[in-house]
């Protein structure tokens, strides 16, 4: 069974960071991409980042880029994503989500919620 | 990237037919048969309904089609029923090698 989990939101200060995980199971990697989506309250989904388990390319949205940053524990069956620099608007739930390439996204966890607030 | 756009609610009786409109550009939606569609209920996790343009996950109603003219893509329920009731988004990847969703749409059965 495909299983994605995500961990590690929390309530953090603007400027400061924070880690998410994603934890997979139940598939290869090496046949997908593993992908970060985030949804602000009460408003739509945004694509941040993707990890490519094929060829280890990493891709970022234009939002994100320079203050976040995508790493893989192979050992974990994890993704992580280090979030620096953060702003009020990158408040919301964060999805993890497997990719079929960047084509579409078949399955989800259930979210972790990071609040940047003073 | 801009969002695609999406109208932000549509409705329907129980048993008609409704359709969402997706509207990107000739960079995204236009340029790829990678259109994707999520269905997603409040408070819980996106759901994939359509993915490539036409195809249905197994397990998703025949009830669900799409299809794409140029850089507009669309998703037609039919036969609406009360559970249907959800917010729709649309996907598609895009000529800078990254995905962009559309606002989302409300679908309200009435």
């Known amino acids: 069974e495909v299983q994605l989990v995500e961990s590690g939101g929390d309530l953090v200060l603007p400027g400061g960071s924070l880690r998410l995980s994603c934890a997979d199971s139940?598939?290869?990697?090496?046949?997908?991409?593993i992908n970060w989506v985030r949804q602000a309250p009460g408003k739509g989904l945004e694509w941040v980042a993707s990890?490519?388990?094929?060829?280890?390319?990493?891709y970022y949205a234009d939002s994100v880029k320079g203050r976040f940053t995508l790493s893989r524990d192979s050992g974990r069956n994890s993704l992580f994503l280090q979030m620096n620099g953060l702003r009020a608007e990158d408040t919301g739930v964060y999805y993890c989500?497997?990719?079929?390439?960047?084509?579409?996204?078949?399955?989800w966890g259930q979210g972790t919620l990071v609040t940047v607030s003073s | 990237q801009s969002a695609l756009t999406q109208p932000v609610s549509v409705s329907g009786s129980p048993g008609q037919s409704i359709t969402v409109s997706c509207t990107g550009t000739?960079?995204?939606?236009?340029?790829?048969?990678?259109v994707s569609w999520y269905q997603q209920y409040p408070g819980k996790a996106p759901k994939l309904i359509i993915y490539?343009?036409?195809n249905r996950p197994s397990g998703v109603s025949h009830r669900f089609s799409a299809s794409k003219s140029g850089n507009t893509a669309s998703l037609t329920i039919s036969w609406l029923q009360a559970d249907d009731e959800a917010e729709y988004y649309c996907?598609?990847?895009?000529?800078?090698?990254?995905?962009?969703f559309g606002g989302g749409t409300k679908l309200t059965v009435l």
């Open positions: 989500a497997r990719g079929v390439g960047l084509r579409y996204f078949d399955f």
């Open positions: 139940g598939f290869s990697i090496s046949s997908y991409y």
């Open positions: 990890f490519s388990g094929i060829s280890g390319t990493l």
């Open positions: 000739s960079s995204d939606v236009g340029a790829y048969n990678y």
């Open positions: 490539d343009v036409i």
């Open positions: 996907s598609s990847y895009t000529s800078s090698s990254s995905l962009v």
